[in-house]
């Protein structure tokens, strides 16, 4: 017999056990013999897997090595593979952050996510790319927790966020920017090019009238003596 149960600690905390129960014959007097376990790792390892496996948020760890040891239903789907499997062993800088977004290639030496797990530190990274199964890339937003057991590291943890809308925000924002900088210095052209053409046409105006104004001032007359 099998059960899940809760016991009771000595200061009154509770913790969740695992019971199996067997019968058994001791001489000839049939007992049962109890084994308990306590699941509360089991447990808050479950919890921890439903929280990862129901949350948006595309994540995933690696061990020491940079191969991939859980991912998570969003990641599949943003990295567009199939199932988890695609991913679980393979080296995670290989398959996915190989080169930058420019074309150039990445050397893992050079990668944020690894350099974070060498010093033991977290990291944030939000101007970089992920390939996906199709070759495309997608901008990601990212951040590294190196994940310790005993004092020692182990591996690190990624969650990663598409990026594409906000980028393509970013730039619809900073195009309007441009345009509308565009429009104002050209209207501040054509004012100034007004500006200049209305007092070109007042000085030859007033120009004009000074000629006109010479050719009409009178002759004097000569005096004659007697």
Not at 164 to 171: D, F, I, N, T, Y
Request: glycine fraction near 6%; hydrophobic fraction near 35%.
């Amino acid at each position: 017999i099998e059960f899940f149960t809760e016991h009771q600690r000595k200061d009154g905390s509770t913790y969740p056990v695992e019971v199996h129960l067997q019968s058994t014959m001791l001489d000839t007097n049939p007992v049962f013999v109890a084994i308990i376990l306590d699941i509360t790792e089991r447990r808050r390892a479950q919890e921890q897997e439903r929280l990862i496996q129901s949350t948006g948020e595309a994540i995933y760890g690696i061990d020491l090595e940079g191969n991939c040891t859980f991912c998570n239903p969003a990641l599949v789907r943003l990295l567009g593979y199939d199932n988890e499997g695609q991913l679980l062993g393979r080296n995670m800088h290989q398959l996915v952050h190989h080169t930058r977004g420019d074309g150039t290639p990445y050397p893992v030496d050079d990668c944020q996510i690894y350099r974070a797990l060498r010093a033991n530190d977290s990291n944030h990274v939000d101007d970089e790319v992920f390939w996906r199964a199709d070759g495309s890339s997608v901008p990601v937003e990212y951040r590294s927790y190196p994940v310790a057991e005993d004092g020692a590291v182990t591996g690190c943890v990624v969650t990663v966020v598409d990026i594409s809308e906000r980028k393509a925000a970013l730039e619809l924002l900073q195009s309007s920017k441009a345009l509308a900088e565009e429009a104002a210095a050209t209207k501040s052209r054509s004012r100034r090019s007004t500006v200049s053409e209305h007092s070109a046409t007042a000085c030859s105006t007033f120009r004009t009238d000074l000629r006109l104004c010479s050719l009409r001032r009178p002759i004097p007359s000569k005096s004659t003596s007697c």
